[in-house]
């Protein structure tokens, strides 16, 4: 396991769990949940069922789920070991959800392919994968969840743990280096025994494994580290007006929002976005009114050194930021059961700013099984493709590869106000 900036791990992990429906999600979330003692003993006893524990049960949140035997949203969980806090979200995995596993993943800092054994010809050295692992993996990488960990389940109902482990870990170690991803480990699992999940199997060894449990890899990754080496950049999410102050050495309104990339120090010049106008910052306070330093990902309230006409919405950018543009070449992943199809306009949110987006035209749409590029004239619900927008006026974006926040979106449709797409900048013409 070869796993990076390690010093980062005091945070809370944001990790998904990706499979098919019957791969075992459900069972390997409820075994998290009960060997960490992260379940009350009234909930236990509520999932009892003929003297057994349904897992499965314990991240049924929704009715409807358990009614027809499918996650039907993103649940999300929540436990801690004695070092680290942890999220879990529970995605669906068929094709037509994919809009819901891309909301889980956008903010994941890790995510858990789950591999079903018994589903494999795992006898057979040269298998193949099944598509929804390939799916998932390649969304993914596309989506820059740099954790992927590859967890090969019910290896206790196959007739040969070890040598099913040694043939699928091959296959997804072939498949991971032609597709480029970063997996950080393949482990062998039995969730519904609980082998190698939190505690290590019984039996030393098995499958031929001798790592650590998906737990310990778990509280090793690191979190998504923040865009702390990019230029300032700052989104105005509320300005706190001092009319009763008669200090007028500097100005008398506090921006808040939460650093998107760099840092920000009393003393920096910054633009205000998209007035031009450029000050002096004179304050810096973080989250609980204290005065100092506040890098990228933290809440920040700054103070300038004059008053100058910024709103909700504005941007405050480091003086010689990326020139902002009006085009942008992106990737969408469409939300909406109405099709995006091209001269359609709708509001893009971009930071806390709003400005209205044509779709131009659709460059191509993305066969979410390989990542392949297709023609398309329209873009259904759950399917991505390369969109061009036009802007009605420019934004300060920069592409997504670089800043996660900058580098992002969301599209509105004007008429419903529903969330129709989320939007990745692949690049911008200015």
Request: glycine content about 8%; aromatic content about 6%.
């Amino acid at each position: 396991m070869t796993i990076s900036n390690i010093s980062s791990t005091a945070s809370a992990l944001k990790f998904i769990t990706c499979g098919s429906v019957d791969d075992g999600k459900s069972t390997l979330i409820g075994r998290l949940l009960v060997d960490t003692r992260a379940v009350l003993q009234d909930h236990l006893a509520g999932v009892q069922r003929q003297g057994q524990t349904d897992l499965a049960l314990l991240t049924d949140g929704l009715t409807a789920e358990r009614e027809q035997g499918i996650t039907i949203d993103v649940a999300y969980r929540y436990f801690s070991t004695e070092t680290r806090k942890f999220i879990i979200g529970d995605a669906p995995g068929h094709e037509q959800y994919t809009r819901n596993m891309v909301t889980a993943a956008s903010s994941a800092d890790a995510a858990v392919v789950l591999i079903d054994a018994t589903k494999l010809d795992w006898k057979n050295p040269a298998l193949a994968l099944l598509p929804q692992t390939r799916r998932h993996s390649l969304l993914l990488q596309l989506l820059r969840v740099p954790g992927i960990v590859f967890a090969v389940n019910k290896l206790d109902a196959v007739d040969d743990a070890a040598l099913a482990f040694q043939h699928i870990g091959a296959a997804l170690a072939a498949f991971a280096q032609s597709a480029g991803l970063n997996v950080q480990a393949t482990v062998p699992v039995s969730a519904l025994k609980g082998w190698n999940v939190v505690d290590a199997a019984e039996q030393q060894g098995w499958c031929g494994y001798n790592g650590p449990t998906l737990l310990q890899i778990l509280e090793a990754l690191p979190v998504t580290p923040a865009d702390g080496n990019m230029p300032f950049a700052f989104p105005v999410q509320w300005v706190e007006k001092f009319s009763s102050s008669a200090d007028t050495s500097q100005g008398r309104r506090v921006f808040w929002g939460r650093v998107a990339a760099g840092s920000v120090r009393a003393g920096d010049e910054i633009t205000v976005f998209p007035s031009g106008l450029t000050a002096m910052v004179a304050q810096v306070l973080d989250h609980v009114r204290q005065p100092g330093d506040v890098s990228a990902g933290h809440s920040a309230g700054i103070v300038l050194d004059r008053e100058v006409d910024v709103s909700r919405g504005d941007w405050l950018l480091s003086t010689g930021h990326a020139p902002a543009t009006q085009t942008l070449q992106t990737t969408v992943a469409w939300l909406d059961d109405e099709p995006l199809v091209p001269g359609r306009v709708y509001w893009a949110l971009h930071g806390h700013r709003w400005v209205k987006a044509k779709v131009a035209r659709i460059a191509h749409r993305l066969n979410i099984q390989t990542l392949a590029k297709e023609e398309a004239q329209q873009l259904e619900a759950n399917s991505i493709g390369h969109v061009e927008l036009t802007l009605q006026a420019p934004l300060a974006v920069l592409p997504f590869a670089q800043a996660r926040v900058l580098g992002s979106l969301i599209l509105v449709d004007t008429a419903s106000h529903r969330t129709a797409g989320a939007v990745l900048v692949n690049a911008a013409a200015a």
